[in-house]
C-alpha cells in the first residue's frame, strides 16, 4: 500500500488538487542535521518550468511537522509536508466518466467506485513524487559515503535530448525516456536472499514512480543475448572488484562492492495536446477529448532526481538491515 | 528476506546439496483439492535433461508435510518439502576461495563471513526455484479463472532458439534469453497505489529469480523511445478494454482489465565449461578456474514455469487483498 | 515502530510541544462519510479540564489533508493532523539531564543520544494517543455494526472512583485504574492463528497506549486459580453462544461470536506533585525533583475511549482480512 | 498469520496429527554453533510424562532441514522438523460436528467451512509449542549474555504446586497457573515507538501460545490500586538502575537497564475426563462428551520453557533492530 521499507520506512499520502502531499519516514537515526533548506537542491531539480516541462509552477515548499528537534532529526518520525497552492479549478465532475488513455482514471474509477479524487490524477498525480523527492534528501544524507547520480540518457529515441523535446513540443505531442542511475561507494554485502535482493527492492521502489515501465540491471536486455564468457565479469581484487561490470554490481542479489547500475523505462506522458477519443463510462458512447492545461512534453525531464531519491530510501533501508 | 507476500505468503527454505528444498505457504484459503501428483505438470516443465539443460536429473518429488487433510487445503500453512538425491560430493572446501565470476560466490562470503554453505551454490542455487514452481501450482488454483502462460521467446538474441542453444554447446559456452509472460482473464483493480503497484510486486518477485537482470512491462522500454499518441492506448469499452496494450494491462499501478504482459531478461548461466580467471580470496592471487560438472548451456530454457509460479504468487496475494 | 496493522494501517507521528500531532490511516474503504466534526463525540471524551485531568487545555481541532473528497473517504490514505497551540516555553534543555522517574525520559535520552524532543514528552507523550482516537473514529464506522465499549471500573483500587479522585487530588499523587473493554456483535472467525490471535493483535495495540501495563481476556488471571470444569464456557447454539463468557470472546485466538472482553491495567501517572528523587545523568547527583505545572491525578478517566479507538483499529484490520 | 519477527522471523507450521509440526527461522545471524543435540535441554522441560501432565509420549526428535553446515549457522533459513510417531488413530471425523467447549474446535470449524484438521486439535494443538521451543533454544544462543527464566508460581490458585495438582487429578479436573518470567543482563534502549513496544511485541508473542489469556509487567494489575508516589521507580544510577522495579524494566515501551520481569495467566487445559455438555452443530442437539484419552492435568507446568522461548524470539528480533 502506502508505505515502503521494513526499516527506513516512508509513507506518503495526498492528492494533487487537495491540501497538499506528504511524507512520513520512520526509522530515521537520530542526529542528523536538518532543516527546510537542505531539500531546495533536489526540489529544484524536480521542479517544473523549463522546456518541456509543465507551466505549472509550484512554489514547492516543505514544512517540517515533526521529527526534528534544535535542526536535528530525533529518531521519531519525521512528516513533511507540501501545501498546494497553484491548484486550477475546473469541472472535474464532468469529465470523471470521460477516462484519459494512459491514465489511471479508469483504474482509479473502478477501483474505488468513483470516490477517488479526480482533480489532476488526485493520488495518481506525479505530484506525489514530490514527496518522495524530500524523502530522498534525508535518505542521501544517511547512506553517506554512498553517491547516487541519474540522468536521462535518451528522450524519445534520441541521444540529442534538446532536439527530441523540440520536436514534441511541435508535434503537441509527448516524449519518454531512458534515465541511467549509478551508485558510488556501495559497500558489499546489501541485499538479502531470497525475496529482498537489491534488485527486488529497487524495482519495487522504481515502479511506484508513475510513468515508468521498465527496469534493467547492468547489461540487463542485452544480457540476454549475449554469451555467458562474454557476460561474466571477471573478479580482479579480493575486494571484488570486477574488471567489466555486466551484473550491475549485483550477484545473487547482493552488492559485490562495484558501482549499482540501473536504468529505467519511462513511458511518454498520456497528456497531449492532440485530440484522442475515448469512452465515456456512464453513457457508452466515444468521446474526443481535448486534454487542455498545462503538460509535460517530456517528464523523463524531472524523474532523474526521483530515481536518485528512491535509491537512496531503498540503500537506507538496506544499510539498516545490515549493520 | 525468505518471505515474500501479505496475505499469500511463502517463506523458502533450503539448500542445493543440503537436506533438500522447501516452500511454506501461508495463506491458503481452505478447501481446495491438492495432491502430490498435481505438482508433476509443472515440476516436469521445470526438469533438467533436454538439450541444453543440465544432465543432473533429480525425481523432484514432493512431499506435503503440512496444510493438507483428506486430499483438501485446510487453511494452515501448507509446507511442500523436496529432498535432494543426486548431489556429487567434492572438494567445495577447497573451492570456497575461488570465487566463480558471475556466481554468488563472493557475495555469499562475503556477507555471511564464511559460513554459507558453499555446495552447488547453497541457499542461492537455482534449485530453490523448484520450491517457487510448487507454490505456484497452488495460487494457479486459486487464481483461476486468470490464466498464465510464459514462453522463451528468444535464446542468445536468436529467434530460433534450438540453433541457438546448438551453437552454445558447441561453443563450450552459455547463453541467455527473453521470457515472456502474459496472463489473461485478469479482473480489473488488483494493485494498490502508491507502493504496491502489480509492476512493483510482479518485479519484485521476478528479481528473486536467480539469473533475471531486467524487467518490461507492455511496451516497457520500447515505450522510452515513442510518442504519447502511439504509446497511448484508446479505451474503447466501458469493461475497459483497449484498441492496444501498450500499458501492459496496467494502468496507475492497477490492472485496467486487459491482458497483463511482460518480459523478463535471463542472463547467460555464468558457468560454463571454458576456463575463466577469477581471484583467490584466499591468496590474493589469480586462478585459472575450470568448471567441470553439469552444467545448463540455456538456463533460460528452464524459467518460463518458474516465471508463471512467481506471478501466479503476486496474482494471488493480490487478489486477496482485493476482496 | 510507528506503524500499526496490515490492511487497515495507521502512522503516526508529532510530539506534544512541537508542531502537532498527525495520523495517516492506509487502507480505509471508499465510500465513507467523513468530515472534521465527526471527530467531536470521542475527541471530548479524551479531553482534559474535568476532576482529575489536567488543566492544559487544547481546542484539538482535527485537520483532514488527504484522503477525503466532497465528505466521502476516496481510498486514498487520509492524514489528520492536531497543531499545537497550548505549549508553555520553560528550560527543558536544563530538564534533560534529569529524568523523571516513570517516564520515558530516560530510555529516550539514552536510545536517541540525546537528540530527542523532551518537551513535554515529545514524541512519548499521553498527546499521540489524540491522534489514536482520530483513527479510532474512522475504524469505528468501518466495524460497524461491531459496537465498543470501554469503561474505567476502578480507580486506585476503589470502585467508588469519585471518591478515589478527590483523596488523589488531595494527597498531591495520582492513581491507576482499571479499564474494561466490551465489543458486542462480533461475527466469529475473526484472528489467524499461529501469531495473529485477537488476543495478540488486541495486546500489541493496548500496550502502545503509555501507561498501561497489563491486559486479560475474559476472566484473565483469574482463570489461572480456576478449574477447567468451572472455566470451560459450555457452547449451547449453532451460532457459539455460549452459557458463560470465561474465554471473553475468543477460542484459539479466533473470535467464537460472543461478546468479545478484556480489561486493561492503567498505571498511575507518574507526575505527581510531591518532591521526588532520582539522578542527575550528567552530574551523577542525586537531585530533588518537583515537577510544576499540570498533571492528571487519574490518566485513567481519559484512557477508555482510547482503548475503545485501538480496538477498533485492531477490529477494522481483521475485517479486512477476514473477507 | 503463522510469522511473527521482522528481522529474527519464525514461520511455523504443522499438525497435532499429521506428518509433523515444523519451523522455519529467518535471520539467524551465520557462525552460531548449532546441532541437533543443543535442542535437548529445553525440548525435555517442555515434554509430558511427569505427574499433571498427558501421558503420551513423543521422542521428539528435531530435525535441521536447512540452515546449517558444518555445525553451524549459515545465515540462511534455518529449517526444523519433528515428525509426529505417537498418535492415536480414532475417529475424528464423527467428532467433527461435536465441538469441544473451550478449545478452537467451534471456531476452527466456523473459520475454515469444516475443511480443517480436527485430529488432535490439528494446527490448534499445544503441540505446536514444540516448534516455538526449537526457535527460543537459537534464540537464545543469540541473546547472550541476557538470560531468561520462567517459572511456575502458582497452579490452581495455590503457591503449594504439587498439592494442587494432586488434588485437580483426584477431581478428574483441570487447573491453570501463573507463569512467572525475567530476563537478567538486558541492555537500554530495546523496543521502538510508537506501536513496538516491549510490551507490545511480547505480549503479541505470549498470546500466540493457546492457553494464555492475561499478561502483564512489572506490578501490572497490581499497579491499578497504586499511587505514583509508591510505584514510581526511582533512578539511582546512571546507568538507569532504579530502586524497585514496578515498570518491569520498561518506560515508554523501551528497556531501562533493570530486569524485564512479567507473569502470564494460564488457563486450565479445556480437556477434562468429567462428562460436559456441547451442542451437536449439524443436529443442533445437545450432546453428553466425554473426552477420553491423555490429558494434562496442569498445562501450566509445561509452559514455563515455551514462555522463555516465545521471549527470546521478541527479544533476538528487538536486538537485530537495536543494531
Redesign the interface.
Known sequence: ????G??F?V?????SH?????I?V??CP??IPLEEKDFEADLSRRKSGSKGTTPRKEPDLP?????V?NN????????I?FANTNTRSRDYEALKHI?R????D???S????G???P?GG???SGR?TLAITAAGVIAKKIIVPIQIEATLQ?A???LNISEAIDQ?IE?K??????VQCRATGVP??L???????V???T??????I?A??????????????????M????????T?K?ATN???GI???????NDIVFRV????????S?P????N?KT?Q?ERLIIDGRHDACI?LRIPVVVEAGFAIVLADLLH?Q?
Do not use: W
Open positions: 500500500m502506502n508505505s515502503f521494513r526499516h520506512r509513507t506518503i499520502f495526498g492528492e487537495g491540501y497538499g502531499v506528504g512520513v520512520d526509522g537520530p542526529g514544512q517540517i511537522l515533526s521529527g528537534y536535528h532529526t530525533t529518531g521519531a518520525p519525521l512528516t509536508l477516462p488513455p494512459g491514465h489511471a479508469f483504474t482509479a473502478k477501483k474505488y467506485g470516490f477517488h479524487d482533480r488526485g493520488h495518481f506525489l535518451e524519445g529515441g534520441n514534441a508535434a505531442d509527448s516524449i519518454g525516456g531512458v558489499t554485502s541485499g538479502e536472499p531470497f525475496f529482498d535482493s534488485e527486488s527492492l524495482s519495487h521502489m522504481m515502479f511506484s508513475p515508468i515501465k521498465g527496469i534493467e540491471f547492468g547489461s540487463g536486455f542485452q544480457a540476454a543475448s549475449m554469451k555467458g564468457s557476460n561474466n565479469d571477471r573478479i580482479i581484487s579480493i571484488g570486477t555486466h551484473d550491475g550477484n545473487g542479489g547482493i552488492t559485490n562492492g523505462a519511462v513511458k511518454p506522458t498520456p497528456s497531449i492532440s484522442q477519443e475515448t469512452i463510462i457508452n466515444m523523463a538491515l549493520k
